[in-house]
């Protein structure tokens, strides 16, 4: 297996994971209003289930499934020089959302052993699990920065 046969495995992966967390997130609220309306009778559980599922759905898809080019950016300077200079801009912009992860991942894993101790009231899942997410997509940030600047070919479709 090639490895580019094998990043496409992973991304497909990273996708269907993302999609079966979001699948999570929407049959614990259709659940929730069926309990509620159907048999009226809430469950918590299933709000709470639902929140942690946003969670980890909104960082996952940071993390695995949105690539770099689309996220947010103020591009209104860059395009007016050349191309040479478009990259070294890119790279350096790349280097310091990289590096600003890259400071803070020391305090988040921190802060998530911190949150073990504390846990959710319905589920009873310590905090720090259900934050982990924040710690992966905050690496994963920085490993495609970093693969990024490396290989700027292929930071479109990162």
Same mark, same amino acid.
């Given at each position: 297996?090639?490895?580019?046969?094998?990043?496409?495995?992973?991304k497909r992966?990273?996708?269907?994971?993302? *999609?079966?967390? /979001?699948? +999570?997130?929407?049959? #614990?609220?259709?659940? $929730?209003?069926?309990r509620?309306?159907?048999?009226? !009778?809430?469950?918590?559980?299933?709000?709470?289930l639902?929140?942690?599922?946003?969670?980890?759905v909104?960082?996952w898809?940071?993390?695995?499934?949105?690539?770099?080019?689309?996220?947010? *950016?103020?591009? /209104?300077? +860059?395009?007016?020089f #050349?191309?040479?200079? $478009?990259?070294?801009?890119?790279?350096?912009?790349? !280097?310091?959302?990289?590096?600003?992860?890259?400071?803070?991942?020391?305090?988040?894993?921190?802060?998530?052993?911190?949150?073990?101790?504390?846990?959710?009231?319905?589920?009873?899942?310590?905090?720090?699990?259900?934050?982990?997410?924040?710690?992966a997509?905050?690496v994963?940030v920085?490993?495609r920065?970093?693969a990024?600047i490396?290989?700027?070919?292929?930071?479109d479709?990162?």
């Amino acid at each position: 297996m090639r490895s580019s046969e094998g990043i496409e495995r992973l991304k497909r992966w990273a996708d269907l994971t993302g *999609a079966g967390i /979001f699948a +999570v997130l929407f049959l #614990a609220l259709v659940m $929730q209003v069926v309990r509620r309306f159907v048999f009226g !009778a809430p469950a918590a559980w299933t709000e709470e289930l639902a929140t942690i599922a946003f969670v980890w759905v909104i960082f996952w898809g940071t993390a695995f499934a949105v690539p770099l080019s689309t996220h947010v *950016a103020v591009d /209104f300077v +860059v395009p007016r020089f #050349a191309p040479r200079v $478009q990259r070294t801009l890119y790279a350096l912009g790349l !280097a310091a959302l990289g590096g600003c992860f890259l400071w803070a991942l020391p305090g988040i894993a921190d802060y998530l052993r911190f949150m073990m101790r504390e846990r959710t009231p319905v589920l009873d899942l310590p905090y720090g699990v259900v934050y982990s997410a924040y710690l992966a997509a905050a690496v994963m940030v920085v490993l495609r920065c970093l693969a990024a600047i490396l290989r700027p070919e292929a930071s479109d479709k990162a």
